[in-house]
């Protein structure tokens, strides 16, 4: 096979290429998994990452954040607009992040957009008793 090394199956060379790229993918990620919140070029990267690929979540996000203010009746229909519009901004700030990443742009690599991650929504606690 054409690109394949000698001996080596092309389902062998795609399993290494899944488990390289998991691997890629939990390294940018482990930061956000810590209690300690230290905001590097390496969490900033993995928050750009996160943005651009999961912003999807911002829909069900937002619709579980309105509901929790305003109740389901209100909070599903409230939150799925303001979800749509927040999907483009994560998208595009997430793409910022990620291309600046290695600058410390804003100052200390601090968040642009609450919350910091789009899963975030889904904690448990609100977020205005989150701390910053």
């Not at 595009?92 to 804003?106: H, I």
Request: proline share 8%.
């Amino acid at each position: 096979m054409h690109g394949c090394r000698p001996g080596q199956t092309s389902r062998q060379q795609n399993l290494r290429r899944i488990a390289t790229c998991t691997a890629l993918v939990a390294a940018l990620l482990a930061p956000s998994l810590s209690q300690a919140v230290e905001y590097t070029a390496a969490r900033k990267a993995g928050r750009g990452l996160a943005g651009m690929t999961t912003c999807f979540l911002e829909i069900p996000g937002n619709m579980v954040e309105q509901s929790r203010e305003h109740g389901a009746g209100a909070g599903i229909p409230l939150g799925f607009v303001f979800g749509l519009g927040k999907i483009v901004v994560r998208a595009l700030v997430g793409t910022y992040e990620f291309v600046s990443s290695p600058f410390e742009a804003p100052a200390g690599f601090v968040p642009i957009i609450e919350p910091e991650f789009p899963w975030s929504y889904f904690d448990e606690e609100p977020a205005s008793s989150r701390g910053k």
